[in-house]
């Protein structure tokens, strides 16, 4: 998760050179992106070993594309054509909060004291180290109605990672990625391949060339790669805490394309978020309270008073 939000954290910079540098859309990109990761998937299918799924997990691998991949891309792409890179971070911190509410809901995962302090530390440090990037470059304006399908984004993406835990931990990440990345793109490309082909491909600059391909091999086929192995073994909170890795990683991208410089207030957010995420995955699981209750009450007496 670490290694997926690593590179989560360079799509907005990244993305948004794309757009502003070339004739490529919101659209186009997303499109490159469901299209681009099916391919590489079904690709890396060939040297992988071969599973066979259920209709009835066919079935909810379509639906978890539209969630996990359609909704979630689409809507989050489209929304920083609108908005700025500042406030489409500033919303992905949403997500860790909008996570233990629904994990609550249908997990009953307890909303314990830490997940509850992890989770305010790592938003406090996250809006810290954005809101002092907006304080240093004041003129990136947003715009609501991409700041509102950036929140639809992380509303989609949270109930993926929570509704479909049990699904994702049957199979492997290849035969997961392949179908959702499969349905994706049989879900948009019908009614935004016109954009695709209308395109000059090759008036493009180079780099937005290199943008495009780290787009759609290393933020999207190396991410939903690596994060079903996370989400495999980490609670559904826990997994979504990784998000508060993406605005450090965009003020890094920003100190090293030479817009902005470290600070103590920087050093500071990142401890914060860094220490938010220690709480959040030392918290208890409702498994872990469970064996500890059924511990306690399997203990003859006399341990108990003792």
Not at 29 to 43: E, S, V
Not at 89 to 104: D, H, K, V, Y
Not at 217 to 223: D, N, V
Request: proline letters at 5%; charged letters at 10%; one cysteine or more.
């Amino acid at each position: 998760m670490f290694a997926a939000n690593t590179m989560w954290g360079f799509m907005s910079p990244v993305s948004k050179f794309v757009f502003l540098g070339s004739a490529v859309t919101p659209f186009i990109l997303a499109d490159c992106r469901m299209a681009g990761a099916a391919a590489l998937f079904w690709i890396a299918s060939l040297f992988t070993k071969r599973e066979k799924v259920s209709r009835r997990d066919m079935l909810l691998l379509f639906i978890a594309s539209l969630l996990g991949i359609v909704f979630n891309q689409g809507l989050f792409t489209f929304g920083l054509g609108l908005t700025s890179p500042v406030n489409a971070s500033i919303i992905t911190t949403s997500t860790p909060i909008l996570t233990m509410l629904i994990a609550a809901a249908y997990l009953k995962e307890p909303i314990t004291g830490k997940k509850v302090g992890g989770i305010v530390l790592g938003a406090g440090g996250a809006l810290l180290l954005i809101l002092s990037g907006r304080q240093a470059s004041p003129t990136q304006g947003g715009n609501v109605a991409g700041d509102v399908l950036c929140v639809l984004a992380e509303v989609s993406f949270s109930l993926y990672l929570v509704l479909f835990k049990a699904l994702i931990s049957r199979y492997s990440p290849v035969t997961l990625m392949k179908w959702m990345f499969l349905f994706a793109s049989l879900c948009t490309l019908p009614f935004t391949y016109k954009s695709l082909i209308s395109l000059e491909w090759s008036s493009l600059d180079p780099m937005v060339d290199l943008g495009i391909a780290f787009v759609v091999c290393g933020g999207t086929f190396l991410c939903y790669l690596l994060s079903p192995v996370g989400q495999h073994y980490l609670r559904p909170t826990v997994v979504s805490m990784y998000c508060y890795m993406q605005p450090i990683i965009a003020s890094v991208v920003a100190v090293w394309w030479g817009m902005d410089s470290f600070t103590l207030l920087k050093v500071v957010a990142v401890v914060l978020i860094f220490s938010g995420v220690f709480l959040v995955t030392v918290s208890k699981s409702r498994a872990q309270m469970e064996a500890e209750q059924h511990a306690a009450q399997a203990s003859p007496p006399s341990a108990k008073h003792a």
